[in-house]
């Protein structure tokens, strides 16, 4: 194999697929990286054996075909610190590998390139589409909420549901439920699929802010997302979804509109006076014109006090307070709604106008 390309190009799909090396394996040629040279360009490839991602072709001057598996850490430290603009790679007998670029050149060892293993096969029939840029903020707006008690492995992973015209995502751990959904692009029947958090985390820094869309194929055990040739394979996680939707419920008895950033404020202050802000409830006293948030601990007390919009009943309730913060940093929005029902039901903040959006978040006993 011999091949010349841009230095940048090859960096940056070494960083795309190095998300896919495993770090913790009886097998050393996963912690490897395939270089697959081939007429028209190069592909690299990594795969832990749960998710496998193969980069779209490196624009090169392929001199020989073949492949190589090449040690991850070591393959991206050299590529990363050479200087130079074109990086010429080669290999020569027993596996090993000659890399040049400027005025460095470095030798290293392989692994043969058939013994990699093979990503999963996947027909590819009539894609589901989403924009990328939709996925995106599908997956940062929800991943926080994944469960990692492994015993309850279906909430480990989030729900996406395609259906003609959304495609939803639902993160569940126990204590919240965190929903949004946004446009499909194109469907060709309604799917559900529970994928492992790890995967959408690894997607999520693939994937582009712009209109380009995400071609998704779902099998039985695997899911499949090309973007713009950048392939990752994952399995799926096989089980039964908690049926989430039935928690969401329209009926309250209170329902406050306050702005958003300035309850995220008030959130972060009251919680400075706790060590552990995690282990200590913020109260939320709820009046027609105000909300008053205080918090209590050993080292001190915080008094915060906002005006908004309230109909209902007036309520005592508490909170984590890191479970709303998490929730209303994912909200775009300046004004966001949350309803109530009792001091022990969980409280839901939405759209103050819509659907496209719905956090669940169960109370602490006061």
Do not use: W
């Amino acid at each position: 194999m011999k091949f010349t390309c841009q230095k940048d190009a090859l960096q940056n799909a070494i960083n795309i697929v190095s998300k896919a090396v495993s770090s913790k394996t009886s097998m050393p040629i996963l912690e490897c990286i395939l270089v697959k040279a081939e007429d028209g360009g190069v592909k690299l490839t990594a795969n832990d054996m749960e998710m496998a991602i193969e980069t779209a072709k490196i624009e090169a001057e392929v001199k020989e075909e073949g492949t190589i598996a090449l040690e991850a850490r070591m393959f991206s430290e050299i590529i990363r610190r050479v200087n130079g603009e074109k990086v010429s790679v080669s290999t020569g007998e027993n596996n090993s590998a000659v890399i040049n670029c400027g005025f460095s050149e470095y030798k290293i060892m392989g692994q043969p390139g058939d013994d990699f293993p093979e990503i999963p096969s996947i027909t590819k029939q009539e894609p589901y589409k989403i924009k990328q840029k939709d996925l995106k903020n599908l997956i940062i707006s929800t991943i926080f909420s994944v469960a990692s008690d492994e015993s309850k492995p279906t909430l480990t992973g989030e729900l996406i549901e395609i259906s003609e015209e959304y495609v939803n995502i639902v993160a569940v751990d126990g204590y919240r439920i965190s929903y949004k959904k946004a446009a499909a692009v194109s469907s060709p029947e309604p799917a559900k699929v529970i994928v492992p958090a790890k995967t959408l985390k690894e997607i999520s820094r693939i994937l582009l802010d712009g209109e380009e869309d995400v071609e998704i194929y779902i099998t039985e055990n695997h899911i499949l997302f090309d973007m713009e040739g950048n392939i990752l394979v994952s399995r799926v996680i096989n089980g039964e979804f908690i049926k989430y939707d039935q928690a969401f419920t329209n009926e309250y008895k209170t329902r406050a509109v306050i702005n958003r950033s300035e309850l995220i404020s008030a959130l972060e202050r009251a919680s400075l006076v706790s060590r552990d802000a995690r282990k200590v409830p913020v109260k939320l006293d709820i009046h027609p014109d105000n909300i008053i948030i205080t918090s209590q601990t050993e080292m001190g007390s915080a008094y915060e006090e906002l005006n908004t919009q309230t109909e209902g009943d007036e309520l005592k309730i508490a909170f984590n307070p890191r479970y709303l913060i998490d929730a209303l940093r994912a909200i775009e929005d300046e004004k966001v709604a949350v309803q109530f029902n009792s001091p022990l039901s969980p409280c839901i903040i939405k759209q103050e106008e819509g659907e496209e959006y719905k956090y669940l978040v169960l109370p602490l006993r006061m």
